[in-house]
């Protein structure tokens, strides 16, 4: 499924899909696994959708969402409307990009963990003097700082969120970033 959104005039996300799901309900790409031909089909009508937002074609964009099911050949634009009372983008109220709580989650077949952090500060130097303290010698670009301690991959971009690489374990995970990129 694929849908371009652009704030205030079309649909947002949770015009159409109002609440989460709870976890465990429904498949994911961790317990299932993707389609490996859908991927480029859906890369390839984001990009193009991009393009037609960055060159103002807006009025070629898709209307509303795109379904493609390449495995039983279905084909199909649903066109969700805008809801009045969307908590998103009517009400305003953006409870998960404000939640209070730190974040940690699996991301599918990678064997890594995503750690968004409360607190998003990241002082460079802070890190890098405690990275040089026990050895250890950081690629660091614009983008984020990695270094890998026994096989374990960090990388650490700017706004705190970090994606560690061989753990399998949330609390494994946590307490590393703790360790090493925490205070
Ligand atoms: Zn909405």
Redesign the pocket.
């Known amino acids: 499924m694929l849908s371009p959104i652009i704030p205030g005039k079309t649909?947002?996300?949770?015009?159409f899909m109002p609440e989460p799901p709870s976890s465990g309900t429904i498949d994911t790409c961790d317990t299932i696994g993707v389609l490996n031909g859908i991927t480029n089909i859906i890369a390839s009508y984001q990009s193009t959708e991009a393009l037609k937002i960055l060159t103002q074609k807006t009025k070629n964009l898709i209307e509303g969402l795109l379904y493609i099911d390449i495995w039983d050949n279905n084909f199909e634009v649903v066109n969700p409307s805008?809801?009045s009372k969307?908590k998103?983008?009517?009400d305003k109220n953006y409870e998960f990009l404000n939640r209070k709580d730190e974040d940690a989650v699996h991301l599918c077949g990678k064997n890594s963990i995503q750690i968004n952090p409360l607190n998003k500060e990241v002082s460079v130097e802070h890190i890098m003097n405690k990275l040089k303290s026990i050895g250890v010698n950081p690629q660091v670009n614009s983008f984020f700082i990695r270094f890998e301690i026994d096989d374990i991959i960090f990388t650490l971009f700017y706004d705190g969120r970090a994606i560690i690489k061989n753990v399998t374990e949330l609390n494994k995970a946590k307490s590393l970033y703790a360790q090493y990129i925490g205070y």
């Open positions: 649909p947002c996300f949770r015009c805008k809801k969307c998103a983008c009517s």
